[in-house]
């Protein structure tokens, strides 16, 4: 699976919306990014995955550059219960199932 | 229940003494992850069982640790000779089947301290 890269931490106001970028430079063809997160003491959430094409559902929208090297995660109105930390993971198929392997992920603090 | 469950949420054993951790999946999941979080640390993948069988066991740190699915079901992780350094959370997901490509449905953990 390609690897991914991270900013280490980011900052966001209350209300407005949070840009979290990925690169994955090395992506293949049929690997797809998938984005999770992990509130303190708890387990992961799923937020959003994609292939090619933009995604949005209730909880973020997912943007992934026409080239797939680098995708960006949004949250529009970011909530003090956003806080958490984004873990940007690209998956393929290896073996007939989809492990996921977590980097050290983007630790976002909204603010009041 | 309607998500992964996972007991004891808390563990504390003594260094050398055997523990189980047990996992319940979202009924009609057919795939199951263990992983495992260090104090501060990312996410560790451990293995993979697809039904009963673990067709990936590559995460397995040592052999004192090992893990069994029943009835494509319940799963055991067995952690023997406990060590200080296997204290971590141990967490559960589950998916449908192996060729899903959604999500993964974590539960809450199981906290392991090895005094």
């Known amino acids: 699976d390609a690897k991914t890269t991270q900013p280490p931490s980011m900052d966001c106001a209350e209300g407005r919306a949070a840009n979290l970028p990925c690169n994955h430079s090395?992506?293949?063809?049929?690997?797809?990014v998938y984005w999770y997160r992990q509130i303190h003491s708890q387990g992961p959430q799923y937020i959003i995955h994609?292939?090619?094409n933009n995604e949005t559902n209730e909880m973020a929208s997912l943007i992934i550059t026409e080239d797939r090297k680098s995708s960006t995660l949004i949250l529009p109105h970011a909530t003090l219960r956003d806080t958490a930390v984004y873990y940007c993971?690209?998956?393929?198929?290896?073996?007939?199932?989809?492990?996921?392997?977590f980097g050290a992920g983007t630790r976002l603090a909204v603010h009041p | 229940g309607a998500g992964v469950s996972q007991s004891p949420s808390n563990k504390v054993t003594e260094k050398g003494k055997d523990v189980e951790l047990r996992c319940d999946p979202i009924?009609?999941?057919?795939?199951l992850y263990w992983y495992r979080q260090s104090l501060g640390q990312g996410l560790e993948f451990l293995i993979y069982?697809?039904?009963?069988?673990?067709?990936?066991k590559s995460g397995l740190p040592s052999d004192r640790f090992s893990a069994e699915r029943t009835g494509g079901s319940v799963s055991t992780l067995t952690i023997q000779r406990t060590q200080q350094e296997d204290s971590a959370v141990y967490l559960c997901?589950?998916?449908?089947?192996?060729?899903?490509?959604?999500?993964?449905?974590f539960g809450e953990g199981s906290r392991l301290t090895v005094l």
């Open positions: 997901a589950s998916s449908l089947g192996r060729d899903y490509t959604g999500e993964l449905f």
């Open positions: 090395t992506i293949s063809g049929n690997e797809y």
């Open positions: 994609g292939l090619k």
């Open positions: 993971i690209v998956r393929g198929r290896s073996g007939g199932y989809n492990k996921l392997i």
């Open positions: 009924s009609g999941h057919t795939a």
């Open positions: 069982f697809q039904g009963n069988s673990a067709p990936d």
